[in-house]
């Protein structure tokens, strides 16, 4: 059974601050990785879906990279503005099985 | 925009009621799905639907149940609340042609049960 795992469990940057969150999984045989942004109360929203034969994606200010060998994915926030404070989860897709990691709770102060 | 609607934001039942969750989805997705999510277990599947009429269980099934009439359209349905079933619900849809996968969710519905 796929296990999703996020690190850290919340952070809390200075506005202007470049950072990484990361995203584990256990099983390689994804079809795709998916990170969502939540705020708090709220739906999820979509940022970045990575199929498994990509390499990484890019929207804006945010990139996240996959390396399935590894079982590993990072989300890069550059130069973040309190605005980006909220939960980022990584989600992993094995065909219709989709596994969610808990979450990391970001916090950007002015 | 993808745009995935649910009934209800905040709901209050009583123990025992049959309580229905309704989302809707205006993009003719395939597959629909709705999950709970409870602080410290994360998001969890309790059932998708892959097509019209067509529906799997995902992890927690039990004490729920699903009906999918409409394309647009998925219902949760809880038969008879309990108090355990206080939660999160978050409806989302995607749709698998062109490759997309990319799951559109709903803004929630805040369910206690009392």
């Known amino acids: 059974k796929q296990e999703v795992t996020q690190i850290p469990a919340a952070l809390s940057v200075p506005e202007g601050e470049n950072l990484v969150l990361n995203c584990s999984f256990t099983?390689?045989?994804?079809?795709?990785l998916q990170w969502f942004r939540q705020d708090p109360g709220k739906g999820l929203t979509s940022l970045l879906l990575?199929?498994?034969?990509?390499r990484e994606q890019t929207s804006g200010r945010l990139n996240a990279s996959l390396d399935k060998s590894s079982g590993r994915s990072t989300l890069y926030i550059a130069a973040s503005q309190p605005g980006d404070s909220a939960t980022y989860l990584c989600a992993v897709d094995n065909n219709n099985d989709m596994r969610f990691g808990a979450g990391t709770r970001l916090t950007v102060k002015p | 925009d993808v745009k995935v609607t649910q009934s209800s934001r905040y709901l209050v039942k009583r123990t025992g009621e049959k309580v229905f969750l309704e989302c809707v989805q205006d993009m003719d997705h395939e597959n629909m799905f709705w999950y709970r999510q409870d602080p410290g277990l994360g998001l969890r599947l309790i059932y998708f639907?892959?097509?019209?009429?067509?529906?799997e269980k995902g992890d927690i099934p039990e004490g729920y149940s699903v009906s999918r009439e409409k394309k647009e359209r998925f219902s949760l349905i809880l038969e008879s609340a309990s108090t355990n079933q206080t939660s999160m619900y978050l409806c989302?849809?995607?749709?698998?042609?062109?490759?997309?996968?990319?799951?559109?969710f709903g803004p929630g519905t805040r369910l206690t049960v009392l």
């Open positions: 989302a849809s995607r749709t698998i042609a062109g490759g997309g996968y990319t799951q559109y």
């Open positions: 099983d390689s045989a994804i079809y795709n």
């Open positions: 639907s892959y097509d019209v009429k067509m529906k």
């Open positions: 990575i199929q498994s034969s990509q």
